[in-house]
């Protein structure tokens, strides 16, 4: 399944009424709502639907709720039914049912014949819009297809989407065997090279107070949970320029990540060297190298484009 995760703050999309037979909102016939549903941890990499909303503007309540579960079902690994919403996001029964009502209609998600729910084909289609209007990705992309040219090795650009990074450009190695990615998945802050590269980029205030609210969450065996161990390793990223993800997001992958820079010192994005480690060369500097000579270039770029 495509994992999309999106910013639509700035479209509006109307929320008709429910038009299922199987879609009511009790709240019309009885004048009243239900009681929530307890609350509950969500899934890997699922943001709480109701703490975003606690960000919105006033007066924007019932847009921010739809586009918040929108976010949730797209970033989630595997499609949610009702009841999986109902228990994670919090919404009442009424009020799930209409939201859930109005971006089916609008295309925004679709439910699958064994009644769960997946980003539909209208957000597909304005994800790639919003991908092709990307500048950093047209700035980044002859580097990136020269990074895999050197290193051999799937390459990908990654920005900061929520409360972790987000790929928005692959470059694939033309070797058989490859990482399995998409385009528009979500991709942890913890776990990842192109993550820890990016915290690692950050002042390290604004790093530490990012980490505190960051659950390290076990995404394979290696993946590391010590909060302690993770500040080390983006130390150390920090005098290198680089960071080496051994396994720690997908078993039989390791990663090389740096982050590009933008013209006020920030991050912009993130940039992996993606290996599978039966193929992973001795000489680490061979990928490390090309890597940071990449991201010094696209950074550049950046400077010059936006300075």
Known sequence: MCRLSLELQDVFFPLPAPVNDHI???????GHGTVAAPAVNPPVGVRPVENEMAKQVQGTQSFARSIGLL????DRREPPGLQDLLAECGFTRPTLYRLLAGLEAEELITRTADRKYKPGLRLISLARRALGQSDIRDLARPHLEKLRDVTGETVHLAVRSGGGLVYIDKIESRETVRMNSTIGTPVPLHSSGVGKAYLAALPQQECAELLEGIELIPVTPFTTTDP???ASQIELCRKRGFIFD???NEVGIVCFGAAIMNESGQPAAAVSVSVPLFRLREDRNSYAAPLLECVKDVSA???VAFG
């Open 71 to 74: 976010q949730h079902i797209a």
């Open 24 to 30: 009511v909102d009790k709240d019309s016939i009885y």
């Open 301 to 303: 770029r950046i400077g």
């Open 246 to 248: 051994d396994q720690e």
């Open 228 to 230: 302690r161990a993770l």
